[in-house]
């Protein structure tokens, strides 16, 4: 990945470390939340103190019916709250009863919104108590159908909306954040939102979401986050049309204006908030996300999750699966359908990972690797009209139209899609695979649901049971012939927020490949052999806080071994270090 990044960089790297792109600055935990145990008094400020009926609406500190009576008493509560004394435990009991009675997953995300904007802590409480049920919601798939429909639900803001308008204020724009101490930031412009295409500022549900799992998942402080939303137009006729719309009424800026408002953002970025707030690009469009990555990579601490946490995911599972389908990873064939920023993304990762176990050179370990774009397998032939991205992926092999003939033509160990068009993995492709596989690794990874490349029911029915499944987005149990299937999700969950921790807890200044590497590693080694005999190849959620701690221990270690980690010294244990630096949604007692 790194090395493609370089060549769109004239050679440059992201451990090239030049004075001229460094600014003083970082962030401070001001109150001592991160430090403080729960036990300890904390003064809830805002402002200035929070207290009567302002302090029941700021939901950073309100607790509702869990306000003790000397607090009720102490911050001019009485006669605000019914008598009523109650428990967090309960308050969680009662929410999660009432979100159960909904049939409708985005009545379910409304409500977690809405809980989340009156009262913080007791809504990353039901998350992370309740993770594998409420991450499809808060997450994909639901949050997908949220995107599409947030003009119509939009009811108080979250996050900054930077459009056209701001051009030449973006600085300005980033101060009226009420916050100061930003360590993630999280941004779309909206043009490729999942699998649904160009959301314009409706995308803005996917940088909310990203961040609750931030810190729901991995531990990131809350008000250490920032959903940004670039906006500069939609393309989508749809919403240009809708009276509802809530963002630019104009067709998208390309090119040069485009390029300016980003680069105006990133700087002001860097000179609001410092040289280590982590920037995560989100859903950009193929042609921008690569522009973006290298030009921001040696520069800021920059992270495209569709490119470099579904890659990390995907080789986690990959080399994961290997204890059930055999043999090394350089002993297997991959073919991919789909060859976008997600394709070229895994591709490259799966190279850097089986030329570092072998010592081949990359360029040798790519053509175990094959890509299937609309036009058919990518083949030299097609060098000169291809993407930049896409052409370390051209081999020798005359031009094949369609995938069931590269699946015949390459006879792949291992079929990946994330070609974001649903229902494209057929029966006789999964058949095919299976034909020269004894167990096959097929892997469907588009988002939402609706777009998955084949379901959990017809991959183990068409494999006749012998395959070992992962997707993208959560398909339930199956039983094939007596055995009960549990599939794996090879959702991007499992990475980012521990790979975001691991950057913070070390106070890294760039992010590289080695990085990524060390994030797969360690999630790989999270699934047990109880996980194994069930057919996964993904640890289960209930986990998450832990796999996340020995995700960010293991990247922070090589940021400290490849020089560019500033926190220093070095925590002697990075894992209770990581776990230590986690947020609590546990209620604090008030002065």
Same mark, same amino acid.
């Given at each position: 990945?790194?090395?493609?990044?370089?060549?769109?960089?004239?050679? =440059?790297?992201?451990?090239?470390?030049?004075?001229?792109?460094?600014?003083?600055?970082?962030?401070?935990?001001?109150?001592?939340?991160?430090?403080?145990?729960?036990?300890?008094?904390?003064?809830?400020?805002?402002?200035?103190?929070?207290?009567?009926?302002?302090?029941?609406?700021?939901?950073?500190?309100?607790?509702?019916?869990?306000?003790?009576? /000397?607090?009720?008493?102490?911050?001019?509560?009485? $006669?605000?709250?019914?008598?009523?004394?109650?428990?967090?435990?309960?308050?969680?009991?009662?929410?999660?009863?009432?979100?159960?009675?909904?049939?409708?997953?985005?009545?379910?995300?409304?409500?977690?919104?809405?809980?989340?904007?009156?009262?913080?802590?007791?809504?990353?409480?039901?998350?992370?108590?309740?993770? =594998? =049920?409420?991450?499809?919601?808060?997450?994909?798939?639901?949050?997908?159908?949220?995107?599409?429909?947030?003009?119509?639900?939009?009811?108080?803001?979250?996050?900054?909306?930077?459009?056209?308008?701001?051009? @030449?204020? #973006?600085?300005?724009?980033?101060?009226?954040?009420?916050?100061?101490?930003?360590?993630?930031?999280?941004?779309?412009?909206?043009?490729?939102?999942?699998?649904?295409?160009?959301?314009?500022?409706?995308?803005?549900?996917?940088?909310?979401?990203?961040?609750?799992?931030?810190?729901?998942?991995?531990?990131?402080? &809350?008000?250490?986050?920032?959903?940004?939303?670039?906006? #500069?137009?939609?393309?989508?006729?749809?919403?240009?049309?809708?009276?509802?719309?809530?963002?630019?009424?104009?067709?998208?800026?390309?090119? *040069?204006?485009?390029?300016?408002?980003?680069?105006?953002?990133?700087?002001?970025?860097?000179?609001?908030? @410092?040289?280590?707030?982590?920037?995560?690009?989100?859903?950009?469009?193929?042609?921008?996300?690569?522009?973006?990555?290298?030009?921001?990579? +040696?520069?800021?601490?920059?992270?495209?999750?569709?490119?470099?946490?579904?890659?990390?995911?995907?080789?986690?599972?990959? #080399?994961?699966?290997?204890?059930?389908?055999? $043999?090394?990873?350089?002993?297997?064939?991959?073919?991919?359908? @789909?060859?976008?920023?997600?394709?070229?993304?895994?591709?490259?990762?799966?190279?850097?990972?089986?030329?570092?176990?072998?010592?081949?050179?990359?360029?040798?370990?790519?053509?175990?690797?094959?890509? #299937?774009?609309?036009? @058919?397998?990518?083949?030299?032939?097609?060098?000169?009209?291809?993407?930049?991205? /896409? /052409?370390?992926?051209?081999?020798?092999?005359?031009?094949?139209?369609?995938?069931?003939?590269?699946?015949?033509?390459?006879?792949?160990?291992?079929?990946?899609?994330?070609?974001?068009?649903?229902?494209?993995?057929?029966?006789?492709?999964?058949? +095919?695979?299976?034909?020269? %596989?004894?167990?096959?690794?097929?892997?469907?990874?588009?988002?939402?649901?609706?777009?998955?490349?084949?379901?959990?029911?017809?991959?183990?029915?068409?494999? *006749?049971?012998?395959?070992?499944?992962?997707?993208?987005?959560?398909?339930?149990?199956?039983?094939?012939?007596?055995?009960?299937?549990?599939?794996?999700?090879?959702? %991007?969950?499992?990475?980012?927020?521990?790979?975001?921790?691991?950057?913070?807890?070390?106070?890294?200044?760039?992010?590289?490949?080695?990085?990524?590497?060390?994030?797969?590693?360690?999630?790989?080694?999270?699934?047990?052999?109880?996980?194994?005999? /069930?057919?996964?190849?993904? &640890?289960?959620?209930? %986990?998450?806080?832990?796999?996340?701690?020995?995700?960010?221990?293991?990247?922070?270690?090589?940021?400290?071994?490849?020089?560019?980690?500033?926190?220093? &010294?070095? &925590?002697?244990?990075?894992?209770?270090?990581?776990?230590?630096?986690?947020?609590?949604?546990?209620?604090?007692?008030?002065?």
């Amino acid at each position: 990945m790194e090395s493609t990044l370089k060549e769109m960089r004239g050679g =440059e790297s992201v451990l090239d470390l030049s004075p001229k792109a460094t600014v003083g600055g970082g962030v401070e935990d001001v109150y001592g939340e991160d430090f403080a145990t729960e036990e300890q008094l904390v003064t809830p400020w805002t402002y200035s103190v929070a207290s009567g009926y302002s302090l029941l609406r700021d939901p950073h500190h309100n607790k509702g019916l869990a306000f003790t009576e /000397k607090e009720r008493d102490s911050h001019y509560l009485l $006669g605000l709250l019914p008598p009523a004394v109650v428990t967090q435990q309960l308050q969680e009991k009662k929410l999660m009863d009432n979100l159960r009675k909904y049939e409708v997953p985005l009545q379910k995300y409304m409500a977690m919104m809405e809980l989340q904007e009156r009262n913080e802590r007791l809504f990353y409480k039901l998350l992370i108590d309740n993770v =594998e =049920e409420l991450l499809p919601i808060v997450y994909t798939p639901t949050v997908g159908e949220a995107c599409q429909k947030y003009g119509s639900i939009f009811r108080r803001p979250q996050g900054l909306y930077i459009s056209l308008k701001e051009k @030449g204020k #973006v600085l300005d724009v980033l101060k009226n954040w009420p916050e100061r101490n930003i360590q993630v930031i999280v941004v779309t412009d909206g043009e490729r939102i999942l699998g649904l295409g160009d959301l314009g500022c409706q995308g803005m549900g996917i940088p909310v979401g990203k961040l609750s799992l931030y810190t729901a998942l991995g531990g990131v402080r &809350p008000s250490a986050g920032l959903p940004v939303t670039i906006d #500069v137009g939609t393309n989508n006729e749809q919403l240009l049309k809708d009276e509802f719309y809530i963002g630019l009424r104009q067709r998208r800026a390309t090119a *040069q204006e485009y390029a300016d408002l980003l680069h105006e953002f990133m700087s002001a970025v860097k000179q609001n908030y @410092g040289e280590k707030v982590l920037i995560q690009f989100e859903d950009f469009a193929n042609h921008n996300a690569f522009t973006l990555l290298a030009k921001y990579g +040696t520069t800021h601490l920059v992270f495209n999750d569709d490119i470099q946490g579904t890659a990390s995911v995907v080789l986690a599972g990959v #080399v994961a699966a290997l204890k059930l389908i055999g $043999g090394t990873l350089a002993d297997h064939k991959f073919l991919f359908l @789909g060859a976008g920023e997600a394709g070229t993304g895994i591709a490259e990762l799966i190279a850097l990972e089986m030329s570092k176990q072998t010592k081949i050179p990359v360029e040798e370990t790519r053509k175990k690797i094959w890509l #299937v774009d609309s036009k @058919g397998l990518i083949v030299n032939s097609r060098k000169e009209s291809l993407q930049h991205f /896409k /052409k370390p992926w051209a081999h020798d092999h005359e031009p094949v139209k369609d995938l069931l003939g590269a699946v015949k033509a390459i006879k792949p160990t291992v079929l990946i899609g994330s070609s974001g068009v649903g229902r494209t993995f057929t029966k006789e492709i999964i058949e +095919t695979v299976t034909s020269f %596989n004894e167990k096959p690794l097929i892997m469907a990874l588009s988002n939402p649901t609706s777009q998955s490349e084949c379901t959990a029911e017809e991959a183990y029915t068409w494999s *006749q049971g012998r395959a070992i499944f992962a997707s993208g987005s959560p398909f339930d149990p199956f039983e094939y012939n007596g055995k009960v299937f549990v599939p794996g999700q090879a959702n %991007n969950a499992y990475i980012f927020p521990g790979f975001g921790l691991g950057l913070v807890i070390s106070g890294a200044i760039r992010v590289h490949d080695d990085m990524l590497l060390a994030a797969s590693e360690a999630l790989a080694k999270q699934v047990s052999d109880e996980n194994y005999n /069930k057919g996964l190849i993904y &640890p289960p959620f209930s %986990n998450i806080r832990k796999i996340s701690a020995n995700i960010a221990a293991n990247v922070a270690a090589k940021a400290y071994e490849l020089g560019v980690a500033t926190r220093l &010294p070095r &925590p002697a244990n990075l894992v209770k270090y990581a776990e230590s630096c986690m947020y609590s949604p546990v209620y604090r007692s008030y002065r």
